[in-house]
């Protein structure tokens, strides 16, 4: 397969909104997605994830702004117009056609008559080569995603659209079928915008992720950069757990030093929002698999400079790989850690006093203004 | 008691053919007729066996000038019906607009409303624009009351389609009229076709309606009626016999293909 445009091909959005009557669905916005990325929207339903990428796809008008690719703006290009493919959600697959003239769909419309051998290779490469004669109701819901891109991919768009297009799979196929894109888009190296409410297929499938929410981004980066320094409580929370105690800060320089829950805990001065001065309130964040736990009685063995929290366990779940526990301290109820299922001990019950303890390093702060459970349930409606 | 055990395990089946049974009696006494050779004018009692009507089905005056002039308005009056149906059911399906609601509940009534009463009115109304009464107004009072049929065949099927179809096709490099031609068509097809089917059977046995409104004009369904009065020529049997067998035959054809094609997409 050849890459077809190989000069900047940019999708760029510049302050676009979408209003409907006094709803606003999106925000002004601007969002550059680079060439040959694999770039995901990520949020909660109603974010307006969904309606950015309908935007891109000229499916939907803008309110204001300009959408431009390559660097021309086709704002007012019509979706039929636009070098842009999507694979809608339901897939929406042409029920009175059969899988090769699905796929071959987008080549007739554009007036290319020989459409036998681009769409037996496209078959080959989503692996239906033996489908081709099916019509959609007879293939499983694996089988028609597959469609669904094989369909998008054959002409060769400056951008993919995905709009959720793993939603409707079960959790071993959605699985399967990330790598698969993935694949796909490595070996196209075509521009994928990828739209999702699920974190962990963002994480795993993207180069960049917004984190979009209320219309709004919230966060743009490299999903280890959004997960090792979140910069607001939406993204600590919605993008994996964090464990979020409220302090209020005693010292700042190099090392922040915050008076939480009895005792005192230390983070870099990197790491906490430009607005913490001496006094001020921050929210202490930390992910619970930095944490480790031991014993109140080997308390005397943790090495000095790790942050400290003492607690009791609440609860306590195996689920293999590692151990998940509810932790309850004076610095904030249910604080989640999970230990590697290595060298268990004993004693990790519930009802066992323990103390939390971490390295400084992992610790990130956020400006407490914001509201400390945002974002989880934001996951919760998700689900 | 096995006889009794044998109906209880049996009933639905039975209950089956019975029904069946009291739908098709008719049909087949029309058939059976068709093959009589009656002493005088009517055909209500069985003498015997002839194919004399069979060999000529025009031999009577007018029959065959009246089957066409009813063949011809059932046509015109289906291409009417279901053009016009078709735009009104994707009209109040897809696009929202002032008395959308309204025109909802008024399309359905030319069928709540007397037919006898609506075959009198509109025969006052055309009297009153001084219309010659003839094909024309036949025709425009079959579009008329064929519309709701067709309206409500095609909006069922519309509104269990999914938009983003056409958006697909949007964006699948499919312009406006393309999209309409290659998918929205294509997908309605089935409930266009059944609103045209019903439209075609209800205006070329319609009577009440056009026996009003013919004038000198004289269709299918008033001929036999007329003839009735004097005399049933064993043809009337032929033509309903035939018509009959033709439409099982198209039945049957369709039903043919579509097994066909779907054993093919198996392969």
Known sequence: ?383 | MPVLRWIRRNLVVLAGLLTLAYMILPNIVVMVFSFNKPNGRFNYAWQRFSLDAWKDPCGVADLCGSLSLSLRIAFWATIGATALGTMIAFALVRYRFRARGAINSLIFLPMAMPEVVMAASLLTLFLNMGAQLGFWTVLIAHIMFCLSFVVTAVKARVMSMDPRLEEAARDLYAGPVQTFVRVTLPIAAPGIAAGALLAFALSFDDFIITNFNAGSTVTFPMFVWGSAQRGTPVQINVIGTAMFVIAVAVVLAGQLVANRRRSNARK
């Open chain 1, 1 to 383: 397969m050849t890459q077809q445009q190989t000069e900047g091909g940019d999708v760029r959005l510049t302050g676009i909104s979408k209003t409907y009557g006094s709803f606003t669905a999106v925000h002004p916005l601007d969002l550059t997605v680079p060439q040959g990325s694999f770039f995901a929207l990520l949020g909660a339903s109603g974010c307006g994830k969904t309606t950015t990428l309908r935007i891109i796809a000229g499916l939907e008008d803008t309110t204001t702004g300009t959408v431009s690719l390559g660097g021309r703006d086709i704002t007012d290009l019509p979706p039929y117009k636009r070098p842009v493919n999507t694979v809608f959600q339901s897939y929406a697959l042409f029920p009175h056609l059969d899988v090769s003239e699905n796929i071959a769909f987008g080549l007739r419309r554009r007036g290319i008559r020989s459409v036998g051998k681009q769409v037996g290779e496209m078959l080959d490469l989503v692996q239906l080569g033996d489908f081709a004669r099916r019509k959609p109701h007879q293939l499983s819901g694996g089988q028609q995603q597959r469609v669904a891109v094989a369909r998008a991919l054959i002409n060769h768009p400056q951008v993919l659209l995905l709009d959720e297009p793993l939603g409707a799979l079960d959790l071993k196929l959605r699985r399967q079928m990330q790598l698969e894109l993935k694949r796909i888009q490595t070996e196209v190296g075509i521009t994928f915008v990828h739209v999702t409410h699920d974190q962990e297929e963002a994480m795993t499938m993207a180069d960049t992720v917004a984190v979009m929410n209320g219309g709004r981004v919230e966060q743009l980066g490299a999903p280890a950069e959004l997960y090792e320094n979140p910069r607001t409580t939406f993204v600590a929370n919605f993008l994996g757990t964090s464990n979020l105690i409220e302090g209020r800060i005693v010292s700042t320089g190099t090392d922040v030093v915050v008076a939480a829950g009895g005792g005192k805990l230390r983070l870099p001065g990197g790491r906490c929002p430009s607005s913490a001065e001496s006094g001020g309130k921050v929210l202490v964040g930390v992910r619970p698999e930095k944490i480790s736990l031991t014993h109140t009685d080997d308390a005397a063995a943790i090495p000095d400079g790790r942050n400290r929290v003492a607690g009791r366990i609440t609860d306590s779940s195996f689920i293999g790989v590692s151990t998940q526990y509810v932790v309850e301290s004076p610095a904030g109820t249910a604080l989640q850690v999970y230990e590697q299922n290595i060298e268990r001990d004993g004693r990790l019950v519930p009802g066992a006093e323990v103390v939390l303890h971490w390295n400084p390093e992992h610790t990130f702060g956020l400006d407490a203004a914001q509201h400390i459970h945002a974002g989880a349930e934001a996951l919760e409606e998700a689900a």
